[in-house]
């Protein structure tokens, strides 16, 4: 950092930036995947246990619901996700990343634990609207951490992975819904309740991890505490072994600092500055949230309906389809920072759309078992994981410091609504015609979706790879 006198004291110049991405990785690093990315952890437990608890809820004496109403739980957690991710992203923007990836787990925390008190329906729909509020939340305040501490040279690898280990959690929510929903060891009207604090027990351990890490120095280098942000920096490099001297001449970057940046300005530059950049983001969010949420939520219904699995056995199921997805972004992922992003999401996506058309007419066909169809789903989602995964990396990298958070819940808004909230919706009611042939109609429409945001990505993809974010957006606030 040079020193205060060498600006005008409206402005800042700083290497922060540089430093940042130059660092090699380090235990701070770890820390901070660790302690952010056990945030889709969380996310994979809710979604698999609301999944694969499905037959116990319609099971349940006091519950007893039918496969609409399975379908409208996982539609008031992907709402909840919704408003909780444009809230909270805005005030992630504004207060801080390390406030609001706090205040979120907490709100998260709450929400999950009290769903296992839910008496009637309604009760357990506005738990499960509250319990997607805190996650959708965390979406925001921890993408924009995680893109903001991490080397450019690896940020794709590490956010393709972070967003995959989504499926650890779902691994996890599925061993622990083979033991609670087994009759021969818990009663399954205690065992779903008993499910949803795991949840809670996994989140206090991310209280106790998260004191550890700081404020992004981006974040605040762009509020005029350049002091603060500064010593952060130091801290880390001295864990990572790297010694900084003023006069070693890093590249330096010119900002002007303000406490908020006008929401006019903001939403000026998503749709009118950075157009076709929306257009890519929006397209892949909303592709990407229908075809998952849309399997993913009802999967547990297909094999209850039409396979005869019992509810019990559904865990089991889960396992295999997990594995597939998490390893899609680990393998996968550092092609996104060598052949580059432009190309691995177009080929992602439309590999995924390709897969899933021809899983979906297998089905349609009856031509595979439930073990059989597991399988393939294995193998469509190690792909389809990489590119969802994709998605988050793409809008989270591609627009300005300033408006990150926020740009993040835009479009994560914007396209689970559109894509999660009706997918599930929709799946629920084509599964309760009884008809294959409906169903599958469901899955084309999905594999069509994939292969139109293919094509989008192949045209105006942003080429991100190993660059600063500085460099792939120009901060509002840049001073030349």
């Known amino acids: 950092m040079t020193p205060p006198q060498a600006a005008p004291p409206?402005?800042?110049?700083?290497?922060?930036?540089?430093?940042?991405?130059?660092?090699?990785?380090?235990?701070?690093?770890?820390?901070?995947?660790?302690a952010l990315g056990v945030t889709w952890i969380l996310d994979g437990l809710e979604v698999t246990l609301a999944g694969s608890i499905s037959g116990a809820l319609k099971e349940s004496p006091t519950l007893r619901f039918t496969n609409t109403e399975i379908g409208l739980a996982g539609a008031a957690y992907i709402a909840g996700a919704v408003l909780g991710a444009l809230f909270f992203g805005w005030l992630t923007d504004r207060l801080g990343r390390k406030k609001l990836f706090t205040i979120t787990v907490l709100v998260y925390l709450s929400a999950t634990a009290a769903t296992a008190f839910s008496w009637n329906v309604t009760s357990f729909l506005i738990f499960r609207f509250f319990t997607g509020m805190g996650i959708g939340g965390e979406y925001t305040a921890i993408n924009s951490t995680i893109q903001e501490l991490v080397p450019a040279r690896?940020?794709?690898?590490?956010?393709?992975?972070?967003?995959?280990?989504?499926?650890?959690?779902?691994?996890?929510?599925?061993?622990?819904?083979?033991?609670?929903?087994?009759?021969?060891?818990?009663?399954?009207?205690?065992?779903?309740?008993?499910?949803?604090?795991?949840?809670?027990?996994?989140?206090?351990?991310?209280?106790?991890?998260?004191?550890?890490?700081?404020?992004s120095p981006r974040w605040l280098i762009s509020h005029g505490r350049a002091d603060e942000a500064a010593k952060i920096v130091a801290r880390i490099e001295a864990q990572a072994g790297v010694t900084y001297h003023v006069d070693e001449g890093l590249p330096q970057m010119r900002l002007r600092p303000r406490a908020a940046t006008p929401l006019g300005e903001v939403f000026h530059s998503l749709f009118v500055t950075h157009r076709p950049r929306a257009l890519v983001g929006l397209t892949l969010m909303v592709s990407q949230a229908f075809f998952y949420n849309a399997i993913f939520f009802t999967y547990a219904l297909i094999l209850t309906d039409f396979y005869q699995v019992p509810s019990q056995m559904i865990g089991w199921f889960i396992l295999p389809f997990a594995a597939g997805n998490f390893l899609g972004p680990l393998i996968l992922g550092r092609?996104?920072?060598?052949?580059?992003?432009?190309?691995?999401?177009?080929?992602?996506?439309?590999?995924?759309?390709?897969?899933?058309?021809?899983?979906?007419?297998?089905?349609a066909q009856d031509a595979v078992t439930a073990t059989q169809l597991t399988m393939c789903w294995s193998v469509v989602f190690f792909f389809a994981s990489a590119a969802a995964s994709s998605a988050y990396l793409t809008v989270s990298e591609t627009f300005p410091v300033e408006m990150r958070a926020l740009a993040i819940a835009v479009f994560y808004a914007i396209g689970t609504g559109a894509g999660g909230i009706a997918g599930p919706w929709l799946f629920g009611a084509l599964i309760d015609t009884g008809s294959r042939g409906s169903v599958f109609g469901g899955y084309l429409l999905g594999a069509a979706l994939m292969l139109i945001a293919a094509i989008v990505a192949a045209l105006y993809a942003v080429r991100a790879e190993r660059r600063a974010l500085e460099e792939v957006a120009r901060p509002l606030n840049a001073a030349d």
């Open 10 to 34: 409206e402005v800042i110049i700083t290497d922060i930036p540089v430093r940042l991405d130059r660092l090699p990785w380090s235990g701070f690093h770890t820390l901070v995947v660790v």
């Open 154 to 215: 690896v940020r794709g690898w590490v956010d393709l992975v972070i967003n995959g280990s989504f499926w650890v959690g779902a691994a996890l929510g599925a061993i622990g819904a083979i033991i609670l929903l087994d009759p021969a060891i818990i009663d399954p009207e205690l065992g779903w309740r008993l499910a949803f604090f795991t949840g809670s027990a996994l989140g206090l351990i991310i209280l106790v991890l998260r004191r550890w890490i700081p404020e």
């Open 335 to 363: 092609l996104f920072d060598t052949l580059g992003r432009r190309v691995m999401i177009a080929a992602t996506y439309a590999i995924s759309a390709l897969l899933l058309a021809g899983t979906g007419y297998l089905f």
